[in-house]
């Protein structure tokens, strides 16, 4: 391990363009996490990378900064009554085994097939899930708008409902966010599958965000804040594993945390501003966008392992760059929508307060 | 106009001022001492502590400060009381 370490442990200089564009990134990614729970990491370990960060290190530091991210963010909505701090911790642990299993698949499969056969499965990983579960999500929050049931309650799932109606004595636990009592044994896979996807393209958020709506029946405010208490718990252990490997560079993470904290309050408040259905919408549209990027990578990788005829590196050249353009894009559309409902519920409010003031001088 | 004056008064500018000022302390140190840091906090082990307990710092202190900021610059959570079902 110590060799490994040793091969990837650099650190980079860091100028006054390193350090804006750092604390530029992160604030992005903090406003979108503050809305949905997640996202950000995707955009930010390439764009560690970018800057000549070693990738295991680029994860590392991300991860270190993710965690007190997310206890911001989880502090703040849980202000707004949004978080449920059970569920959070029972499928946080749950996913910390998922990040070690995780990213025990993937030394194996960097062993066995290096980088290219390492960075295809995080591509088709990217791939399946987003178009299966972005698909989704994107397209139930589009039903909800085009029905105009948006000011509605949410409904629980028929699949949430069955799940709340099993009943596995000695395994039941109360949920204020399902405000029902359900098997524990449901958040285990659940939350499993959160962590190896975390550990996978690191943004657990995509499975567990969905997960917690569509699986347990979570209202969609709730299961974005909950979700930050989960990336707390991941963030942390992983961070820690981390560090005792000497792979966190603490300059890289605090200067993303200095711009992500900015970002996570305007996303958590942001929350307020806007109706549940919106939730949906931000994260399946960012899910939708990457799942692009990642497929555009694929015939790279294929032909890295040679299952394709190779690509001049030209050809290479341009695709990476268009995607992680489309990665960056997303994020960007993620907080352009976010900004812009938060710029359009102060707007309505400061009416209606203007209106009746008018009203009682009246 | 009174109860504006009362809301103005209650922005906590000096909150934010002093949650500010260490932040950015915290900062100065961390990118002055850049070479110790690197050596100390990546020896790996027990040290591992170090970039979490840092972390752990500058989430309170710096996440104090740019929830103040906000406030003072007034962009709040919504007024209306919202019930999450």
Not at chain 2, 23 to 32: D, E, F, H
Not at chain 2, 52 to 73: E, K, R
Request: aromatic share 10%; with cysteine; net charge positive.
């Amino acid at each position: 391990m110590h060799d490994v370490v040793a091969q990837v442990t650099s650190f980079i200089h860091l100028d006054v363009a390193n350090v804006t564009y750092l604390f530029l990134v992160g604030f992005v990614g903090g406003l979108v996490s503050g809305f949905i729970g997640s996202g950000g990491a995707f955009v930010l370990t390439p764009g560690m990378m970018v800057l000549g960060v070693p990738g295991l290190m680029a994860v590392a530091s991300n991860m270190c900064h993710k965690f007190p991210k997310a206890l911001v963010g989880s502090l703040k909505r849980a202000k707004y009554g949004q978080v449920d701090v059970k569920l959070g911790i029972i499928i946080g642990i749950s996913a910390e085994a998922g990040v070690l299993y995780g990213a025990h698949i993937q030394e194996l499969i960097k062993k066995n097939f290096g980088n290219a056969g390492s960075n295809l499965y995080v591509s088709i990983a990217f791939v399946i899930i987003l178009s299966v579960v972005g698909g989704f999500v994107l397209r139930d929050a589009w039903k909800t708008h085009r029905s105009g049931t948006t000011n509605d309650d949410e409904q629980v799932p028929k699949l949430a409902r069955w799940v709340q109606s099993v009943h596995i004595p000695g395994t039941m636990m109360y949920f204020k966010s399902l405000n029902a009592r359900i098997s524990i044994l449901f958040t285990i896979p659940l939350g499993f599958a959160t962590g190896m996807l975390a550990a996978t393209i690191a943004v657990g958020g995509f499975i567990g965000v969905p997960a917690m709506i569509y699986v347990l029946g979570a209202p969609s405010l709730m299961a974005s804040a909950t979700e930050l208490v989960i990336a707390f718990v991941m963030g942390l252990g992983g961070s820690f594993k981390y560090a005792m490997s000497g792979l966190v560079d603490i300059r890289l993470a605090m200067i993303i945390l200095g711009g992500s904290l900015f970002g996570i309050q305007l996303g958590a408040m942001g929350t307020t501003y806007v109706k549940p259905f919106m939730i949906k919408m931000v994260m399946g549209v960012i899910m939708v966008i990457v799942l692009f990027s990642r497929g555009l990578m694929v015939p790279v990788y294929l032909a890295q392992l040679g299952v394709i005829p190779s690509m001049s590196e030209m050809t290479v050249k341009v695709l990476k760059n268009v995607s992680f353009g489309i990665m960056a894009f997303a994020l960007g559309v993620g907080a352009f929508i976010i900004l812009k409902a938060i710029w359009q519920g102060r707007r309505e409010e400061k009416l209606s307060r203007q209106e009746s003031l008018a009203h009682s001088k009246a | 106009m009174a109860a504006q004056e009362q809301h103005a008064r209650k922005k906590p500018v000096v909150p934010m001022l002093l949650a500010g000022a260490v932040s950015i302390a915290l900062y100065v140190a961390l990118m002055t001492n850049q070479d110790f840091i690197n050596n100390t906090f990546a020896k790996g082990g027990l040290y591992a502590f170090l970039p979490i307990a840092t972390a752990f710092i500058f989430s309170f202190i710096h996440g104090s400060f740019t929830g103040h900021f906000w406030t003072v610059l007034g962009v709040e959570a919504s007024k209306k009381k919202k019930e999450v079902k």
